[in-house]
């Protein structure tokens, strides 16, 4: 999923209500995308595994002793498991 997918799929649920704003928190960490050099490539076409993001943020999290990231990352995977696979319907054509 690309960064752009991830945005509105986020924005999707929230809309909806299936997503509240605190749940929305690890996406929308996962979504910042800050460039290594001031460059104008569009950077939110890439593909990217959100899950192993997440997965990488809870070992980081643990060695940090951080309860409060990883719980939210937790359930960020646990939300990111039960949509994985699904149509996410929005069109990203550019």
Known sequence: MTIDELQAWMNTKIRNGDLSLDESRPFMAMTINIPAENNSKKTG?????????????IKNARLKNDTTTLKMLEAAINLMQHHQGKTIGVDIRV
């Open 45 to 57: 076409v890439a593909k990217i595994d959100f899950l192993e993001k997440a997965q990488e943020g």
